[in-house]
């Protein structure tokens, strides 16, 4: 049974930092996409950011670009997201997510992936 945990999250004020992990287990994934949500209180969800498991090649949302930056630990089947210059509109809870299917691509739809984790919530105050 493939699971998928973040953790990570928390308070932080504008223009600080926060480091996601997103970890994987019962399966071992080794081509396939795997991306990062977000959703707001009143928003639908919205794509962050996407990295193929075994290129190491990235999307990101124009939103989160020179902020963000999203790697992997093959090793232990983790995937982070470093947050930087953290603004109250990345107030969201942050879900991990990966793409079932072995191919090069970089879905930004939420319907591309399979599996999703719990989600970790994310607040920045302004």
């Known amino acids: 049974q493939v699971q998928l945990v973040e953790s990570g999250g928390g308070l932080v004020q504008a223009g600080g930092s926060l480091r996601l992990s997103c970890a994987a287990s019962?399966?071992?994934?080794?081509?396939?996409?795997m991306a990062w949500f977000r959703q707001a209180p009143g928003k639908e969800r919205e794509f962050v950011v996407a990295?193929?498991?075994?290129?190491?090649?990235?999307h990101y949302a124009d939103f989160v670009k020179g902020r963000f930056t999203i790697s992997r630990e093959n090793a232990k089947n983790t995937v982070y997201l470093q947050m930087n210059s953290l603004k109250p509109e990345d107030t969201a809870v942050y879900y991990c997510?990966?793409?079932?299917?072995?191919?090069?691509?970089?879905?930004?739809?939420?319907?591309?992936?399979?599996?999703w984790g719990q989600g970790t919530q994310v607040t920045v105050s302004s």
């Open positions: 019962g399966r071992t994934f080794s081509r396939n996409p």
């Open positions: 997510a990966v793409d079932a299917a072995f191919w090069p691509g970089l879905p930004v739809s939420g319907r591309e992936y399979e599996y």
């Open positions: 990295i193929n498991w075994s290129s190491g090649s990235t």
